[in-house]
């Protein structure tokens, strides 16, 4: 009988090498060295060396895909948005603030107390929170087109506030840690407020909505500084374009009594005397 069809196995008892005929794979035989039963698996004989015919590999399981747009990037981990409340859809105001990883149970509280101290024609731009896991109500900061507004929580769930005007503000400045960022806000009256703990990217969005507002600021107070100084200007030249009164002339009487006081000490000639005393006189 050929090799093409044959089939070998060796007995997992003694070792043996068997064969048998390959229409007989998968049926039991007894080993012809050791007497035990075995069962025949494929194996063929070729070239001398047994080799394990050739078998579908068993299904891999494959693991479900998470798209990439589900995932919510945190300052320490990336998690998929099964472990993140959903956002409801009736409050889509949230989806805007809460692109950096912001827990969306915070943006909710923080939203509505802006929108209870804010005129209608003011609005929120942008929310970061601070990330602390042992704390339940973080600290955050609220930017909107008119000021800064931060938020420090207090015992029993209050919350104290500090806000600047757009105007007032001096600088913001990020420094980046190893896992979170510090952001600093200084006024031009000199004070300095600071939130520590926060998300790269939301430190990073502060400071761009920061320098944004910095540059429209310095342009309002260098336009506002060239009309006072237009103003200042204007004053100016309308003072100096008031014509100046007319001294009136000196008394003639106490002219000739200052001369004759003159002559007297010498200081002028009798002839100097008589010339400005005949101008005095034709003056009258």
């Known amino acids: 009988m050929s090799n093409t069809s044959q089939a070998a196995m060796k007995c997992g008892g003694c070792g043996k090498t068997v ?13 012809p060295g050791c007497q035990a039963p075995i069962k025949l698996v494929d194996q063929r004989i070729r070239e001398g060396e047994l080799v394990a015919s050739k078998q579908k590999p068993p299904p891999v399981p494959v693991a479900r895909q998470i798209p ?17 409340p959903a956002v409801a859809s009736s409050d889509s105001r949230l989806a805007k603030f809460i692109s950096d990883g ?8 923080l939203l509505n107390r802006v929108e209870g101290i804010c005129s209608e024609s003011e609005s929120p731009q942008y929310i970061a929170v601070q990330h602390l896991p042992s704390v339940m109500s973080p600290d955050a900061i609220v930017l909107t087109d008119r000021r800064v507004i931060i938020f420090r ?10 806000d600047v005007q757009w105007m007032d503000v001096s600088n ?39 320098q944004e ?10 336009s506002r500084k060239m009309e006072e100084d237009r103003n200042a ?15 009136s002339a000196p008394d003639p009487m106490e002219r000739l009594s200052k001369l004759k006081t003159m002559l007297d000490s010498g200081l002028i000639e ?9 101008e005095i006189l034709s003056e009258i």
Request: proline share 5%; net charge positive.
């Open 19 to 31: 064969k048998f005929p390959a229409e007989k794979i998968g049926k039991t035989a007894k080993c």
């Open 68 to 84: 990439e747009a589900a995932m919510i990037r945190t300052g320490h981990e990336t998690a998929s948005t099964a472990s993140v």
């Open 102 to 109: 912001q827990p969306p149970k915070t943006i909710g509280k």
């Open 153 to 162: 929580s207090k015992a029993l769930g209050r919350m104290n506030m500090v």
């Open 172 to 210: 913001i400045h990020v420094k980046e840690g190893v896992v979170g960022a510090s952001l600093t806000v200084t006024g031009l009256n000199g004070h300095v407020e600071t939130i520590d703990h926060l998300p790269k990217p939301q430190a990073r969005s502060v400071y761009r909505v920061g």
């Open 213 to 222: 507002r910095e540059e429209q600021m310095r342009e309002f107070r260098r």
């Open 233 to 247: 200007a204007s004053q100016v030249n309308v003072n100096t374009s008031v014509a100046a009164p007319v001294a």
């Open 270 to 278: 009798q002839a100097d005397f008589d010339a400005r005393k005949a």
